[in-house]
C-alpha cells in the first residue's frame, strides 16, 4: 500500500513563518510556523521516526452549528520504525495537529468537529491522532536538541569515534564520566572528549535518554537504527 503524499502546497503567509525543514538532509517538509519547525526539528532527531509526511490527507466533516460541510487537512503523519519489536508491537503512525496551547483553548468548541473527524479518520486508517502544543514540543527533548545542534559539524578522528563506540556496544550502556575517563584522560583532552561525545549524541552514533537533563552520569548507547 503506497504511503501519503503532500495534499496541499504550504505557500508564505504574513502571518507566521513559514519555509521548508530538510529532513535528515534528504527531504523538504512544509512548515508554517516556528512550533511546526520546532516539530519536525524533534521528529529528525528520533531515531525511532523513519519519516514524516506534512498535509498528508484532506478530511471531510460535518459542522454541527453551521450545517456546512468542511475539509480539514491535518499538519503531518509521522511514520515510526520497528526496530526490535515485535509486529504486533508497531508503533501506530501519528497524524499531528500542531496548534500554539493558546489557540486550541480558545478555539477548542469551534475545532472540535473537524478534531473528531480527524480521530475517526485516523483509527479507520490504523492511525492514532494528537494535538501537539509548546508543552509536547518545546520540552526539555527540544532544549537538549539545541545544545547539541553546534557540535554536530565538527569533525573528530574516526579512529577514536569508534573505539568509544566499540566501547558501548560491549558495554551495552555507559556513562559519560566513564567514556570521558577511558577514552580522553588528562584536562586538554577531557575537554576534547566531552565535545566528542556531544558530536557523538548529535550525528546519532550515541543515543540517550533526551528528556533529562545532561550529566556525568548521563547514560548513553548505541541506537537501534533499524
Same mark, same amino acid.
Given at each position: 500500500?503506497?504511503?501519503?503524499?503532500?495534499?496541499?502546497?504550504?505557500?508564505?503567509?504574513?502571518?507566521?513563518?513559514?519555509?521548508?525543514?530538510?529532513?535528515?538532509?534528504? &527531504?523538504? /517538509?512544509?512548515? &508554517?510556523?516556528?512550533?511546526?519547525?520546532?516539530?519536525?526539528?524533534?521528529?529528525?532527531?528520533?531515531?525511532? =521516526?523513519?519519516?514524516?509526511?506534512?498535509?498528508?490527507?484532506? /478530511?471531510?466533516? @460535518?459542522?454541527? =452549528?453551521?450545517?456546512?460541510? *468542511?475539509?480539514?487537512?491535518?499538519?503531518?503523519? #509521522?511514520?515510526? %520504525?520497528?526496530?526490535?519489536? @515485535?509486529?504486533?508491537?508497531?508503533?501506530?503512525?501519528?497524524?499531528?495537529?500542531?496548534?500554539?496551547?493558546?489557540?486550541?483553548?480558545?478555539?477548542? !468548541?469551534?475545532?472540535?468537529?473537524?478534531?473528531?473527524?480527524?480521530? %475517526?479518520?485516523?483509527?479507520?486508517?490504523?492511525?492514532?491522532?494528537?494535538?501537539?502544543?509548546?508543552?509536547?514540543?518545546?520540552?526539555?527533548?527540544?532544549?537538549?536538541?539545541?545544545?547539541?545542534? !553546534?557540535?554536530?559539524?565538527?569533525?573528530?578522528?574516526?579512529?577514536?569515534?569508534?573505539?568509544?563506540?566499540?566501547?558501548? %556496544?560491549?558495554? !551495552? #550502556?555507559?556513562?559519560?564520566? *566513564?567514556?570521558?575517563?577511558?577514552?580522553?584522560?588528562?584536562? /586538554?583532552?577531557?575537554?576534547?572528549?566531552?565535545?566528542?561525545?556531544?558530536?557523538?549524541?548529535?550525528?546519532?552514533?550515541?543515543?540517550?535518554?533526551?528528556?533529562?537533563?545532561?550529566?556525568?552520569?548521563?547514560? =548513553?548507547? #548505541?541506537?537501534? @537504527?533499524?
Amino acid at each position: 500500500m503506497p504511503l501519503p503524499t503532500s495534499v496541499r502546497k504550504i505557500g508564505p503567509t504574513r502571518r507566521s513563518v513559514s519555509g521548508y525543514y530538510a529532513f535528515r538532509g534528504e &527531504e523538504s /517538509i512544509a512548515f &508554517e510556523s516556528t512550533l511546526e519547525r520546532d516539530f519536525l526539528i524533534k521528529a529528525d532527531f528520533d531515531v525511532s =521516526v523513519l519519516g514524516v509526511i506534512s498535509q498528508p490527507c484532506e /478530511i471531510p466533516f @460535518h459542522h454541527p =452549528v453551521t450545517g456546512r460541510r *468542511y475539509t480539514y487537512t491535518p499538519d503531518y503523519l #509521522v511514520y515510526y %520504525r520497528l526496530g526490535n519489536r @515485535h509486529y504486533k508491537d508497531y508503533p501506530k503512525p501519528l497524524l499531528v495537529e500542531v496548534k500554539p496551547r493558546e489557540k486550541w483553548l480558545e478555539h477548542w !468548541r469551534e475545532w472540535s468537529p473537524k478534531w473528531k473527524a480527524a480521530m %475517526r479518520h485516523a483509527n479507520n486508517e490504523g492511525w492514532a491522532f494528537r494535538i501537539h502544543d509548546e508543552s509536547r514540543i518545546r520540552d526539555k527533548t527540544l532544549d537538549n536538541i539545541t545544545f547539541l545542534a !553546534r557540535y554536530k559539524r565538527m569533525v573528530f578522528p574516526s579512529v577514536e569515534s569508534q573505539a568509544v563506540l566499540n566501547t558501548v %556496544r560491549e558495554m !551495552r #550502556v555507559a556513562t559519560l564520566d *566513564y567514556l570521558l575517563s577511558r577514552h580522553f584522560m588528562g584536562d /586538554i583532552y577531557r575537554a576534547e572528549g566531552i565535545a566528542h561525545l556531544w558530536h557523538l549524541l548529535a550525528t546519532r552514533q550515541l543515543d540517550c535518554d533526551m528528556a533529562q537533563s545532561f550529566s556525568p552520569l548521563s547514560e =548513553v548507547w #548505541v541506537p537501534d @537504527h533499524e
